[in-house]
């Protein structure tokens, strides 16, 4: 266990997390929403410090990153825990934990340098702290974060964005990129598939943004819920106006998961119609996920239209980028390391 960096103490030893915008208020021995972060005795203890339920190493490309480091691979890491509890989840398993118990049943230990070592003997260019929620084992990550810039390895969150501002500051110094899941531009649906609220996450984007993180946004895209011409052009309007038109945008297949195993596979005509919604909108950037295979895997220049990086999947078959620029026309490529 480790205290927890971002909570107040209350009366009789009732505590308030104010890690993320849940905001619980938690008596002596309750858990919080995340169900990793309990009161113990009037201190706010996170359960998963150093417990790693997931470490793996990855292409970069699978977070899905595409404009960091392309190519590279990144040591992958994950606890147990999520502050959503969202009705599609591929990672369930891991994320809403039935009991505590799994937390030591299926963790193993690292420490933070434990972490770093494997990452530099497995010659990965960038630590993902991925799969749940790294705002929920937020301690481990910092620690791991800041051990990592001092060897030059990149940091990098995939993260639903439900993170409260003061805590985002305090990580910013060690924290590169991320990839925020915007799941929906409508705060029903953000209630009733995720039990979150929507503007928060905008928020965060917003936030990490003017912080000078690298940005890259996910949508996944389920049929019948956030599929509409009207929800998606939203989405993509607010990328580009609020976020800039060098922000990418995934638009990803849904296919049945968890407690939505009755709604179908998005068609594939539908995430090529998010695509054009994207490149109406401005954004430069726009990739489809979850299809193999297909153009809009690629990155295109922005300015002679060139492929630059050819992919199928995570592998990448060509790359036509030269110092950050375009090999055709020399126009700087938007991204980290690129």
């Not at 021995?29 to 005795?41: A, K, T």
């Not at 989840?89 to 039935?98: K, V």
């Not at 492929?307 to 060509?318: A, C, D, K, P």
Request: charged share 25%; glycine share 6%.
């Amino acid at each position: 266990m480790r205290e927890a960096q971002f909570y107040r103490k209350l009366n009789d030893k009732q505590v308030e997390c104010t890690l993320c915008p849940h905001f619980c208020k938690l008596k002596e021995g309750q858990i919080g929403i995340c169900r990793v972060r309990q009161n113990i005795d009037g201190t706010l203890y996170s359960l998963v410090y150093g417990k790693a339920v997931a470490v793996h190493v990855d292409p970069i490309e699978k977070k899905p990153l595409f404009h960091v480091a392309p190519g590279s691979k990144s040591f992958s890491v994950a606890t147990a825990g999520c502050n959503f509890k969202c009705k599609f989840c591929q990672n369930f398993d891991i994320s809403q934990l039935p009991d505590l118990k799994i937390i030591d049943r299926y963790s193993r230990q690292f420490t933070p340098q434990d972490l770093v070592e494997i990452a530099i003997k497995n010659h990965c260019k960038s630590i993902a702290y991925t799969y749940t929620e790294p705002t929920i084992f937020y301690e481990y990550a910092y620690d791991t974060a800041k051990l990592a810039h001092e060897v030059g390895i990149i940091n990098v969150f995939v993260t639903n964005g439900y993170i409260n501002p003061d805590p985002l500051k305090k990580i910013k110094p060690y924290l590169d990129a991320a990839n925020v899941d915007l799941k929906s531009y409508r705060d029903e649906f953000y209630r009733k598939f995720t039990g979150a609220r929507l503007q928060p996450v905008l928020d965060t984007l917003k936030l990490m943004k003017n912080l000078d993180i690298w940005l890259e946004v996910t949508t996944l895209v389920i049929p019948g819920e956030n599929d509409s011409t009207e929800e998606l052009t939203e989405i993509a309007r607010f990328i580009s106006n609020e976020l800039g038109a060098e922000t990418p945008w995934h638009v990803s297949r849904f296919y049945p998961q968890y407690q939505l195993q009755t709604h179908p596979p998005t068609p594939v005509s539908t995430l090529e119609r998010a695509f054009e919604i994207g490149k109406a909108e401005g954004l430069r950037y726009v990739y489809v996920g979850n299809v193999p295979g297909g153009d809009a895997e690629n990155t295109v220049c922005p300015s002679c239209g060139k492929t630059l990086i050819r992919r199928v999947g995570y592998q990448i078959l060509e790359n036509n980028i030269k110092n950050g620029m375009c090999a055709f026309c020399e126009v700087k490529i938007d991204g980290l390391e690129m």
